[in-house]
């Protein structure tokens, strides 16, 4: 019985499974990143380290690894798996996404609440400071509600405010205004 080897670029229903394997190895080095950050945390501020290292150990766990375990699945996944996960995550919170018009109300409603929190956040500690009792009692629920303040004024101006604020960014991009009736 003569069994024939094939040497060179694998079968289609071979390359489907290797790509599923490496899709799963690239979410589960993903997963592990986030866990493995966020489950180190405990650890270190438990540790009797200074506070300044602990908060510096702490950010790396928190931002760093997740980012570098993301590389390491992207190098395992490949780019068709990655642009497949990509499509598919992306697919399922697109709901929560900003619609790219609105209405000229909900907009300006949107750029009153933007505009207040961010000078209220710049100008907050040197106005009034005995007014605002209730900044001082609860520091951290007042800046809770500001951060969530500026979220909902992003969500309310739309997905087309990002692409106003990203021209910022671009130099030659051009102002065109539409022509009043």
């Not at 799963?24 to 009797?48: C, E, Y």
Request: glycine share 8%; proline share 6%.
């Amino acid at each position: 019985m003569n069994t024939i080897y094939s040497i060179g670029p694998p079968t289609p229903a071979n390359s489907d499974v290797r790509q599923k394997r490496r899709l799963i190895l690239g979410v589960v080095v993903w997963a592990a990143g986030w866990i493995l950050g966020l489950a180190l945390i405990p650890v270190v501020n438990a540790s009797d380290l200074a506070t300044a290292l602990k908060a510096t150990l702490n950010g790396i766990l928190l931002l760093g690894f997740p980012k570098l375990f993301l590389l390491l699945a992207v190098a395992i996944m490949g780019k068709p798996g990655f642009a497949y996960l990509k499509s598919l995550l992306g697919s399922h919170f697109r709901r929560f996404a900003p619609p790219a018009a609105v209405s000229a109300g909900r907009y300006r409603a949107g750029l009153i609440l933007l505009i207040s929190m961010v000078v209220l956040g710049s100008i907050g500690d040197y106005v009034a400071t005995d007014v605002i009792s209730l900044r001082d009692e609860h520091p951290r629920l007042v800046a809770l509600t500001g951060d969530l303040l500026l979220l909902v004024s992003l969500f309310l101006l739309g997905g087309d405010f990002w692409d106003k604020v990203r021209s910022l960014f671009v130099q030659d991009a051009r102002v065109v205004f539409p022509q009043t009736k």
